[in-house]
């Protein structure tokens, strides 16, 4: 099972970014998705989920109105589309996979860098 997450880079304040995740490895569409970051110096955090039906997403408040998380299951693909991004959005992000079972999966980081 693989993960191989990408499109971080450098934006400005304002400017937006997507985020891919492709699985190998694994049935897609049995998974629960989850997106984490890590900003420095501090703990991880989930910043938004989408169930494997499409049946329900999740935002935390940091991200809610800006950033939208959507799957391919026959791509075997996630994304994370960030919008409207700020310096506060700077983080290493993590993509996360889970099923009813408890099993899971991560991604390698890819890092996100916002400043002016």
């Known amino acids: 099972v693989q993960l191989q997450a990408s499109g971080g880079g450098f934006r400005q304040p304002g400017e937006s970014l997507k985020l891919s995740c492709a699985a190998s490895?694994?049935?897609?569409?049995?998974?629960?998705i989850v997106w984490y970051r890590q900003a420095p110096g501090k703990e991880r955090e989930g910043i938004s989920c989408?169930?494997?039906?499409?049946?329900?997403?999740f935002y935390a408040d940091s991200v809610k109105g800006r950033f939208t998380v959507s799957r391919d299951n026959a791509k075997e693909t996630l994304i994370l589309q960030m919008n409207s991004l700020k310096q506060e959005d700077t983080a290493v992000y993590y993509c996360?996979?889970?099923?009813?079972?408890?099993?899971?999966?991560w991604g390698g980081g890819t890092l996100v860098t916002v400043s002016s």
């Open positions: 490895g694994l049935s897609l569409d049995v998974y629960d």
């Open positions: 989408i169930g494997l039906k499409e049946d329900y997403t």
């Open positions: 996360n996979v889970r099923d009813v079972l408890g099993r899971e999966f």
